[in-house]
């Protein structure tokens, strides 16, 4: 199994809806990253969490939000989608030990209408 | 100003030859790490070498291995005997320890395409 899964792996939705995306982690990291892929710009930092008391904002938190239900759980809300957030979204986690390397989840592929 | 550098959009690599990808960086902190993902086409990211600042041997992992200098701020992936399977996008990203919570700042990334 996965260590850090994402759901839905796509999503199709009208410009104005709610959404959210799900991450899970079977990794045992209390680090956990959301990530936003353009085409030609990399990726990008939306939200970031140290543990469950400690959210952060990241360098492009405009128009998402973020929540961290448990240690292996952090979910990404749109909450009025726009359609310059059609995207490929990645979820990752770290260990803050040693070299702290980022795990990614496969992505979500989010198109907005 | 861009904090990583990858100047080459595409390159191209017949199979079983060695190929570099570029990569610098920019950063006025003595402790960093300098990371490599490989993305295929099915869109995952899969991490593939890393690098500290204070690293004194140049990594390597299997057929990977991170060509770094340090006085030139480069930290350039170098792939050894190329197979089809190596065709992806390569990013290279760094993380600052006091910088967004550590983390990944990654560049634009580079198209690798090998063929046989």
């Known amino acids: 199994d996965a260590d850090v899964t994402q759901t839905p792996r796509n999503r199709i939705t009208k410009t104005g809806k709610r959404i959210m995306l799900e991450c899970s982690q079977t990794?045992?990291?209390?680090?956990m990253y959301w990530y936003r892929q353009d085409p030609g710009l990399g990726l990008r930092l939306i939200y970031y969490s140290f543990d469950v008391k400690d959210i952060n904002k990241g360098e492009i938190s405009d128009g998402y939000s973020v929540s961290r239900q448990a240690q292996a759980k952090f979910s990404l809300s749109l909450e009025s989608a726009i359609p310059n957030q059609t995207a490929l979204y990645f979820c990752a986690t770290s260990d803050p030990t040693g070299e702290e390397t980022q795990y990614f989840g496969p992505g979500t592929r989010l198109l907005v209408l | 100003a861009q904090k990583i550098t990858q100047t080459q959009p595409g390159m191209f690599v017949q199979e079983k030859e060695a190929v570099t990808l570029d990569c610098t960086y920019d950063?006025?902190?003595?402790?960093?790490?300098l990371f490599w993902y490989k993305q295929p086409s099915s869109g995952e990211m899969i991490f593939l070498i890393y690098?500290?600042?204070?690293?004194?041997q140049n990594a390597t992992e299997g057929r990977y291995s991170l060509n770094f200098q340090k006085a030139r701020k480069s930290a350039n992936l170098v792939i050894s005997a190329s197979q089809l399977g190596d065709s992806a996008m390569y990013f290279c990203a760094m993380r600052e320890p006091y910088q967004a919570g550590t983390a990944l700042i990654f560049g634009k990334g580079t198209t690798l395409s090998v063929s046989s």
């Open positions: 690098q500290g600042s204070y690293d004194q």
């Open positions: 950063t006025s902190d003595p402790s960093y790490g």
């Open positions: 990794k045992g990291h209390d680090r």
